[in-house]
């Protein structure tokens, strides 16, 4: 890997096909064979291109180069440009991810097992060598057959370009792109030296559907699940528990919410905490054993992925348990983590089930009641003290973020702050699949690749993780926002029963981990403006500048502790 990344729009025309010759020699063929799939790729409606450089993948990176309609990225670093093309993927059209072979190859693997587990659609070219210098001890070379197991929908190796399967180019393009629309593939694509040589004339344009290969494998379980017919839901007392990656639309959750009355508790992912009914602060109003014992539901109705809070999940399962049904909709893939679901449902089948149900109108004032005193109570502790707390700023970061710029909150406390205190405006993009730190930056960067104003609310350990992400950001002119919360290590440890167990210096040790690194100074190393702030009001004028630029905001681990207790009392208070 190296140490550079740069973002490049091609310029050179594409191919002028009346003015080409048959190719004869074989390194024409595979130029042939990549243009081909190239021109398909851009008919089927492929616009970005992320190139994690070298050599073996050579005919295909010349051949994606050459076309002014992709936006072509080249990004040396591969877990990062993994990454990029995993947000530039957000978009529902899937971009063109491709490596040399060996070691590069392995390091796209975390993004692709994000991209797996939340239906971000991506076409993973890995670049190999021949068949028969695998296995042979050359150099470069490893087992790249099947490399991302189940983590992808599909994998395919149609061997080296042969002039007699041209009738075949446009089809196997095409249908990467259609098995790619729910999922990241692997395209593995061995290439013979010469490695250089001269497109022919393109085969005819590709028409109709693209239809399954032979021999080529569909992989993993992501088969679409198996809904189940919903009997009459009577219950008055339900709750709608609103989550990410659900692809149920904001419009049929309130639909739902219209005809029960049931509050919605929405986490910012979700993007739908502008609706009625929407709860923000049940990790702290649950907390209070008064509110979660007299307000257990009858049924729960899960919309999409599980939210961030141990806390709600846990009250769930003891309704569950007590008897209260839950039922599923959307995924992505089957999400059950307390081995508890009742019943697996559309939203459409949901809203059949329930329209005979009679709101309770108190039901739902109790909750939205409570919620509006908790939210004033977060508040009213916030702004206590001009302390820029660790839920300060994620509640600012929510609050006063410019409209049109999107925001990309990190796993670990980022995400959980941006959640639990994070108000009815807060809304984000966070990479929930496999909930891992890496490639919070470059998914950011990806996202802001397309144009968008982009922000990213980030812990220092994640910041130094995917701090690669950073080369080459000022001279591409991205406007990426970066707010890194500086505790110097692992700030959710603290709040896990080792940091009261173990021994202090062994909990550093492994938990705490501090990093002794200089947020700023690694930001100004890559030419970025940096600055660190102390007031809610310096990051909200912040904000307000476009990027690319770093603000880091110093806090402790300890006293983060501290705060979170005093917001959790606070609501508790407010609501008892």
Same mark, same amino acid.
């Given at each position: 890997?190296?140490?550079? /990344?740069?973002?490049?729009?091609?310029?050179?025309? #594409?191919?002028?096909?009346?003015? %080409?010759?048959?190719?004869?020699?074989?390194?024409?063929?595979?130029?042939?064979?990549?243009?081909?799939?190239?021109?398909?790729?851009?008919?089927?409606?492929?616009?970005?291109?992320?190139?994690?450089?070298?050599?073996?993948?050579?005919?295909?990176? *010349?051949? +994606?180069?050459?076309?002014?309609? +992709?936006?072509?990225?080249?990004?040396?670093?591969?877990?990062?440009?993994?990454?990029?093309?995993? @947000?530039?993927?957000?978009?529902?059209? #899937?971009?063109?991810?491709?490596?040399?072979?060996?070691?590069?190859?392995?390091?796209?693997?975390?993004?692709?097992?994000?991209? !797996?587990?939340?239906?971000?659609?991506?076409?993973?070219?890995?670049?190999?060598? #021949?068949?028969? /210098?695998?296995?042979?001890?050359?150099?470069?070379?490893?087992?790249?057959?099947?490399?991302?197991?189940?983590?992808?929908?599909?994998?395919?190796?149609?061997? *080296?370009?042969?002039?007699?399967?041209?009738?075949?180019?446009?089809?196997?393009?095409?249908?990467?792109?259609? $098995?790619?629309?729910?999922?990241?593939?692997? /395209?593995?694509? #061995?290439?013979?030296?010469?490695? +250089?040589?001269?497109?022919?004339?393109?085969?005819?344009?590709?028409?109709?559907?693209?239809?399954?290969?032979? @021999?080529?494998?569909?992989?993993?379980?992501?088969?679409?699940?198996?809904?189940?017919?919903?009997?009459?839901?009577?219950?008055?007392?339900?709750?709608?528990?609103?989550?990410?990656?659900?692809?149920?639309?904001?419009?049929?959750?309130?639909?739902?919410?219209?005809?029960?009355?049931?509050?919605?508790?929405?986490?910012?992912?979700?993007? %739908?905490?502008?609706?009625?009914?929407?709860?923000?602060?049940?990790?702290?109003?649950?907390?209070?054993?008064?509110?979660?014992?007299?307000?257990?539901?009858?049924?729960?109705? $899960?919309?999409?992925?599980?939210?961030?809070?141990?806390?709600?999940?846990?009250?769930?399962?003891?309704?569950?348990?007590? !008897?209260?049904?839950?039922?599923?909709?959307?995924?992505?893939?089957?999400?059950?983590?307390?081995?508890?679901?009742?019943?697996? =449902?559309?939203?459409? =089948?949901?809203? =059949?089930?329930?329209?005979?149900?009679?709101?309770?109108?108190?039901?739902?004032?109790?909750?939205?009641?409570?919620?509006?005193?908790?939210?004033?109570?977060?508040?009213?502790?916030?702004?206590?003290?001009?302390?820029?707390?660790?839920?300060?700023?994620?509640?600012?970061?929510?609050?006063?973020?410019?409209?049109?710029?999107?925001?990309?909150?990190?796993?670990? %406390?980022?995400? &959980?702050?941006?959640?639990?205190?994070?108000?009815?405006?807060?809304?984000?993009?966070?990479? $929930? @699949?496999?909930?891992?730190?890496?490639?919070?930056?470059?998914?950011?960067? @990806?996202?802001?690749?397309?144009?968008?104003?982009?922000?990213?609310?980030?812990?220092?350990?994640?910041?130094?993780?995917?701090?690669?992400?950073?080369?080459?950001?000022?001279?591409?002119?991205?406007?990426?926002?970066?707010?890194?919360?500086?505790?110097?290590?692992?700030?959710?440890?603290?709040?896990?029963?080792?940091?009261?167990?173990?021994? &202090?210096?062994?909990?550093?040790?492994?938990? !705490?981990?501090? /990093?002794?690194?200089?947020?700023?100074?690694?930001?100004?190393?890559?030419?970025?403006?940096?600055?660190?702030?102390?007031?809610?009001?310096?990051?909200?004028?912040?904000?307000?500048?476009?990027?690319?630029?770093?603000?880091?905001?110093?806090?402790?681990?300890?006293?983060? *502790?501290? *705060?979170?207790?005093?917001?959790?009392?606070?609501?508790?208070?407010?609501?008892?």
């Amino acid at each position: 890997m190296g140490f550079a /990344l740069v973002s490049t729009i091609s310029t050179v025309e #594409p191919y002028r096909l009346e003015a %080409m010759v048959e190719p004869i020699r074989a390194q024409d063929v595979q130029a042939t064979f990549c243009a081909t799939l190239v021109d398909e790729w851009i008919n089927q409606g492929v616009r970005s291109v992320v190139i994690a450089p070298g050599s073996r993948s050579t005919p295909l990176a *010349v051949a +994606l180069a050459a076309r002014i309609e +992709l936006s072509v990225q080249v990004v040396h670093d591969e877990r990062v440009a993994g990454f990029v093309a995993l @947000g530039l993927g957000l978009s529902g059209v #899937p971009s063109i991810l491709l490596c040399t072979s060996g070691t590069a190859a392995a390091n796209f693997f975390p993004a692709v097992v994000e991209a !797996g587990l939340s239906d971000v659609p991506m076409i993973v070219v890995t670049a190999d060598r #021949p068949e028969e /210098l695998r296995g042979v001890g050359a150099p470069q070379t490893i087992d790249q057959v099947e490399l991302y197991g189940s983590h992808v929908r599909w994998y395919h190796d149609p061997g *080296v370009a042969d002039a007699a399967e041209r009738g075949q180019w446009r089809t196997l393009a095409a249908e990467t792109m259609q $098995r790619a629309q729910a999922g990241p593939i692997q /395209l593995n694509l #061995p290439f013979r030296e010469p490695l +250089l040589g001269v497109p022919g004339v393109l085969p005819e344009e590709f028409a109709g559907d693209a239809a399954v290969r032979d @021999g080529a494998e569909e992989r993993g379980e992501h088969t679409a699940l198996v809904c189940e017919p919903l009997s009459a839901i009577t219950e008055p007392h339900g709750l709608i528990l609103a989550g990410g990656r659900s692809g149920v639309d904001a419009a049929s959750v309130a639909t739902l919410h219209a005809l029960t009355g049931w509050p919605i508790l929405a986490d910012p992912i979700s993007g %739908m905490r502008h609706l009625d009914g929407v709860v923000t602060t049940s990790e702290s109003m649950l907390r209070s054993a008064p509110f979660a014992d007299c307000h257990l539901p009858d049924v729960v109705i $899960r919309v999409g992925r599980p939210s961030t809070s141990k806390t709600l999940a846990q009250w769930i399962d003891h309704a569950v348990a007590g !008897g209260a049904q839950l039922v599923q909709v959307g995924g992505p893939g089957l999400i059950d983590p307390g081995c508890n679901v009742d019943a697996v =449902a559309t939203l459409d =089948a949901v809203i =059949a089930a329930v329209e005979g149900t009679t709101p309770d109108s108190e039901w739902l004032d109790d909750w939205t009641t409570a919620d509006r005193a908790a939210d004033a109570a977060v508040l009213a502790a916030l702004s206590e003290t001009d302390e820029l707390s660790e839920p300060l700023v994620a509640r600012t970061v929510a609050d006063h973020l410019p409209a049109g710029v999107d925001l990309v909150v990190s796993s670990s %406390m980022p995400i &959980r702050d941006h959640e639990w205190f994070g108000g009815r405006r807060a809304t984000a993009h966070a990479n $929930r @699949g496999a909930n891992g730190i890496d490639g919070v930056m470059s998914t950011a960067r @990806g996202i802001a690749a397309m144009g968008k104003s982009t922000a990213v609310l980030i812990g220092d350990l994640a910041f130094v993780h995917d701090s690669n992400a950073l080369v080459g950001l000022v001279a591409n002119g991205i406007d990426l926002r970066v707010v890194v919360v500086d505790n110097d290590g692992g700030g959710i440890f603290s709040f896990l029963p080792q940091a009261s167990t173990l021994a &202090r210096d062994r909990f550093e040790q492994l938990f !705490g981990t501090p /990093l002794g690194t200089d947020v700023a100074a690694l930001a100004t190393a890559h030419g970025i403006d940096v600055c660190t702030v102390a007031t809610a009001d310096e990051l909200i004028d912040q904000l307000a500048k476009p990027g690319p630029w770093v603000v880091r905001i110093e806090s402790t681990r300890d006293r983060n *502790v501290e *705060v979170h207790a005093d917001l959790h009392a606070a609501v508790a208070a407010a609501i008892s």
